[in-house]
């Protein structure tokens, strides 16, 4: 029974871009649902965002205690690093695109703790001013990083790689160990770094797998592979997303005051 004169239990809420998808001829906002679980996992409270016009960002944003950008079928549009498309058959999210670039240049401005998966790694890279490998798999000395095509769910997303952590940084403090195996599922990832980006780990050819922003005050991971996936039988995913949670929730105390006493 729940006591009158008690508080809720106030969770931090975490911002979660939707990709944009056309079901017939009606547009739809979605965000996969596995994303929304390693959310709550993270013990925070996840608020799917549509889309959002230049002046909504901040209003969103003093919502919020934090941003989780998904990965997606979809890549960021090369125009935003400079280049034409090199596949026309792969998807592209041109509304994801628009704002939530500027939506990954409000959050490092304010510091408010941001985690990027995927797709959320590779915008978030191109937000800042660094490019993309449009296709890994061609460029010469990298592997093909691309899950077996037509491969179930289950063999996709199952052990692909290790990757090796940098000392001293964001990742090593919350996983505690030098080397750990990931999936491996995208077809595009960092070319060159943006400013103010520091790596945290990387594949056995060299690849870019997780970086921080390091001009950020706050927290911030952003990796190449997918921790939601099964992330509560995963120590490392867990230990990422109670690292994400933890920061949230600092977050929330200092802008909108601790959570009540006792609970």
């Known amino acids: 029974m729940s ?33 929304l679980d390693a959310v709550r996992l993270a013990g925070a409270l996840p608020l799917i965002v549509p889309s959002a016009e230049p002046d909504e960002i901040d209003a969103l944003l003093d919502m919020a205690d934090g941003v989780l ?38 959050v490092v401005a304010r510091g408010m703790p941001l985690f990027g998966i995927c797709r959320g790694t590779q915008e978030t890279n191109v937000a800042l001013g660094g490019s ?29 790689h290790e990757v090796h952590v940098e000392s001293g940084g964001v990742l090593a403090s919350i996983v505690g160990q030098p080397a750990f195996t990931v999936n491996s599922v995208h077809g595009q990832a960092v070319n060159t770094l943006a400013p103010g980006l520091r790596v945290e780990a990387r594949a056995p050819d060299g690849l870019i797998e ?30 990422m997303l109670s690292a994400f949670g933890a920061a949230c929730r600092v977050w929330r105390d200092k802008h909108r005051g601790p959570e009540p006493a006792g609970r």
């Open 210 to 239: 997780a970086f921080s922003v390091a001009q950020s005050s706050g927290f911030s991971l952003c990796v190449q592979w997918h921790p939601e996936w099964l992330a509560a039988d995963n120590p490392v995913s867990r230990a």
């Open 69 to 106: 950008l998904t990965g997606s079928p979809s890549n960021v549009h090369p125009s935003h690093f400079g280049e034409d498309v090199h596949d026309p058959s792969l998807p592209l999210d041109p509304l994801r695109d628009s704002w939530t670039l500027p939506l990954i240049r409000a």
């Open 132 to 160: 993309l490998h449009q296709a890994v798999q061609e460029v010469p000395g990298h592997h093909d990083h691309r899950a077996p095509e037509g491969a179930p769910a289950a063999t996709a997303y199952g052990p692909a």
């Open 3 to 35: 006591n009158a004169n008690s508080s809720p239990i106030r969770k931090p809420v975490v911002l979660v871009p939707a990709c944009n998808r056309m079901l017939g001829e009606h547009p739809f906002h979605i965000a996969g649902k596995k994303y």
